[in-house]
Every structure is written in structure tokens, then in C-alpha cells.
């Protein structure tokens, strides 16, 4: 079975600092891209952060020096630091997964972790 677990969304204050996990199922984790993406209300889900097996990494321009996305595979866990929160960074929380042998040919998706920066 291919899954993708989140967890570590919450409410936090204007420039408090969360960290999120992705747990993957199977062989998921061997895929060479992973992705977090994120959907605020009435708004499109945009791509914030790309991680591939070797460690290269890429930012959206708004998160970029705040987030940190990771992976470790003993873990089989993907993570994204985020720091220096902002309320516009305000919204639900997916990884991702994209088609490729290691998935079975399915887009992988997570349930989605919702964030909430507010004071």
C-alpha cells in the first residue's frame, strides 16, 4: 500500500516556528521527488518546497531562508522546518508524491496538516 501520513500543523504566532512530517509508506520513500504543497482558503494550490534523493532542494521565492525541507531515509520520514511564520503562510499542508515506479504509477497525496499563524 502507498501512503502518505502528515503531521505537525497547529496554531502558532507570527514568527513562531513549526515543523511538519510526511511518513511514507512502502517504497514510496525511494521516489526521487517529493513535494510539499500547500492550499490557503479560496486560493490554488501552490508548490512551496521540493526535495530530490540526493538532497537538492528548491523554495517558492515567499518561503525562501524560512523553510527548510528535508528528508531521512531511515525514517522514511519528509519533513519542512518553518520558521519566521507568517499569517499569509496560513493554510492546509499536503505532501506529495509524484507518479513513478516507486509508487506504482499513482500521484501520491497526504491527508493534508492545517497550519494557522495568528495572534
Known amino acids: 500500500q502507498v501512503q502518505l501520513v502528515e503531521s505537525g500543523g497547529g496554531l502558532v504566532q507570527p514568527g513562531g516556528s513549526l515543523r511538519l512530517s510526511c511518513a511514507a509508506s512502502?517504497?514510496?520513500?525511494?521516489?526521487?521527488?517529493m513535494y510539499w504543497y500547500r492550499q490557503a482558503p479560496g486560493k490554488q494550490r501552490e508548490l512551496v518546497a521540493t526535495?530530490?534523493?540526493?538532497?537538492?532542494?528548491d523554495y517558492v521565492e515567499s518561503v525562501k531562508g524560512r523553510f527548510t525541507i528535508s528528508r531521512d531515509s531511515a525514517k522514511n520520514t519528509m519533513y519542512l522546518q518553518m520558521d519566521s511564520l507568517k499569517p499569509e503562510d496560513t493554510a492546509v499542508y499536503y505532501c506529495n508524491v509524484p507518479p513513478s515506479r516507486a509508487t506504482r504509477y499513482i500521484n501520491v497525496w497526504g491527508q493534508g496538516t492545517l497550519v494557522t499563524v495568528s495572534s
Open positions: 512502502g517504497s514510496i520513500f525511494s521516489s526521487n521527488y
Open positions: 526535495v530530490t534523493s540526493d538532497g537538492r532542494t
